[in-house]
């Protein structure tokens, strides 16, 4: 049972223009989501979070936004740029300090 | 400033072989550290993770092992490689009580 679903494997922007990553999370006791960022052969870095008492979390040209009522956050990019183009995981926990629970990742490929 | 150290970077090994990779962390004290499998085209799977010294959790059954003896120091080990257990192995920790997991570099296990 994945807790955590990514649904789109793949998305290709041009550069410049938004790129919006989705996630879907099913369990309601997940009260704190995050965003990595994925280059080939490197681990993950963290990119952006949001606690589940804001809707809204900005960071420079990342916004994460989350839609407790449909389970569902989003990661926007403005405006792309080709060094974006990585593999982006979103993840979820249940409580402080806990495990996280990772989506299947989505590639996403800015073009020039 | 944190960092996170894993070694080797690459490793090639023959079935039936044994395995050993490290894990260490700077700059913090008793972090919380967990050991990732990423697959081929896969998301991140949690494999172990650790609250303190001497303490494990597995998370699913397999042929791996990991230990923690010393307080940043995390070993992801195996008595005898399968094929399956190809993969890129992912080391992480976060600080007490808190979601947020920093990541290390990883290691690109070969299983022939």
């Known amino acids: 049972d994945q807790q955590v679903k990514q649904n789109s494997p793949s998305l290709s922007v041009q550069e410049g223009r938004i790129s919006i990553l989705n996630c879907d999370y099913t369990?309601?006791?997940?009260?704190?989501f995050l965003w990595y960022k994925k280059y080939p052969a490197e681990g993950p870095t963290f990119l952006i979070s949001?606690?589940?008492?804001?809707d809204k979390n900005e960071d420079g040209r990342f916004t994460v936004f989350l839609n407790k009522s449909a389970k569902h956050l989003s990661l926007h990019i403005v405006p792309s740029q080709p060094g974006d183009s990585a593999v982006y995981f979103c993840?979820?926990?249940?409580?402080?300090?806990?495990?996280?629970?990772f989506g299947q990742g989505t590639e996403l490929s800015v073009k020039p | 400033s944190q960092t996170i150290h894993q070694w080797p970077a690459t490793l090639v090994q023959p079935v039936g072989s044994p395995l050993s990779l490290e894990c260490t962390v700077e700059?913090?004290?008793?972090?919380?550290l967990y050991w990732y499998r990423q697959a081929a085209g896969r998301g991140l799977q949690l494999l172990f993770y650790?609250?303190?010294?001497?303490?494990i959790s597995s998370e699913v059954p397999q042929n791996l092992s990991a230990s923690r003896p010393q307080d940043r120091q995390f070993i992801l080990s195996s008595k005898k490689l399968l094929l399956s257990d190809s993969g890129f192995y992912l080391c992480?920790?976060?600080?007490?009580?808190?979601?947020?997991?920093?990541f290390g570099p990883g290691t690109r296990l070969t299983v022939l």
């Open positions: 992480a920790w976060s600080g007490l009580g808190t979601d947020t997991q920093y």
């Open positions: 369990n309601s006791m997940f009260d704190y």
């Open positions: 949001i606690s589940s008492i804001k």
């Open positions: 993840a979820a926990s249940a409580h402080r300090g806990g495990k996280l629970i």
């Open positions: 700059g913090t004290s008793n972090p919380n």
């Open positions: 650790s609250v303190g010294i001497g303490q």
